[in-house]
């Protein structure tokens, strides 16, 4: 049976997806830290499990503190994400 992710992990999940549709690039923990209310710290723990479900993966390139991409997987649950 396959993990769920949290609603937090999914708010960050969202938050990534929507930053990289609108700015081309992943945003920085500082900026997520920033955009959710949390700690660089937190920011950090959400994007390492979010790598274990498999929704992100590191970016062999891209600028320097940017190195986060979208799975698949990322995108399709962001895709059929819906806030209510």
Same mark, same amino acid.
């Given at each position: %049976?396959? /993990?769920?992710?949290?609603?937090? !992990? %999914? =708010?960050?999940?969202?938050? $990534?997806?929507?930053? &990289?549709?609108? *700015? ?7 900026? &997520?830290? @920033?955009?959710?209310?949390?700690? &660089?710290?937190?920011?950090?723990? /959400? &994007? ?8 992100? /993966?590191?970016?062999?390139?891209? !600028?320097? =503190? /940017? *190195? ?6 990322? $995108? ?7 806030? @209510?």
């Amino acid at each position: %049976m396959e /993990r769920q992710l949290t609603d937090k !992990q %999914m =708010r960050t999940l969202r938050f $990534i997806y929507d930053y &990289i549709k609108s *700015n081309d690039c992943a945003p920085t923990k500082k900026e &997520i830290g @920033e955009a959710l209310g949390i700690s &660089i710290a937190t920011a950090n723990n /959400r &994007i390492f499990y979010l790598l274990g479900y498999d929704c992100l /993966r590191k970016s062999a390139t891209g !600028q320097w =503190r /940017r *190195n986060i991409a979208l799975t698949e997987k990322g $995108i399709s649950l962001c895709e059929s994400f819906s806030e @209510e």
